[in-house]
């Protein structure tokens, strides 16, 4: 059963960095999209960036180009999310999720995701 455990977030001051971590199990040998979505209170939940098991490098949600960067340490079964120069629109919970893989490119559609770890808050002070 897929299993992600999101951590690493907290308060960070404008212009700082964090790096998140999305810990994976329950995959076995079967391609996914996972992906990163962050969720603001009164805001509806919007993809960051994501991978698709077999490949190494990331794709981006056109909008989050530049400060985000994903990637994954396989080894350790783990997907990172690092997010440079924050600011405060970046406020929200952050979350990994996975989908498995029948053939089309992964997306970064919240509904195409049905597994889904619980979370982990990130709160830029300005």
């Known amino acids: 059963q897929v299993q992600l455990v999101e951590s690493g977030g907290g308060s960070v001051q404008a212009g700082g960095s964090l790096a998140l971590s999305c810990a994976a199990s329950?995959?076995?040998?079967?391609?996914?999209?996972i992906g990163w979505f962050r969720q603001a209170p009164g805001k509806e939940r919007e993809g960051i960036a994501g991978?698709?098991?077999?490949?190494?490098?990331?794709y981006y949600a056109d909008s989050m180009k530049g400060r985000f960067t994903v990637s994954r340490d396989n080894a350790k079964s783990t997907l990172y999310l690092q997010i440079n120069n924050l600011v405060p629109e970046d406020n929200a919970m952050y979350y990994c999720?996975?989908?498995?893989?029948?053939?089309?490119?992964?997306?970064?559609?919240?509904?195409?995701?049905?597994?889904w770890g619980q979370g982990t808050q990130v709160t830029v002070s300005s």
């Open positions: 991978i698709w098991t077999p490949r190494n490098s990331g």
């Open positions: 999720a996975a989908a498995r893989w029948y053939g089309r490119a992964c997306s970064l559609s919240p509904t195409d995701f049905p597994d």
């Open positions: 329950g995959f076995g040998n079967t391609a996914y999209c």
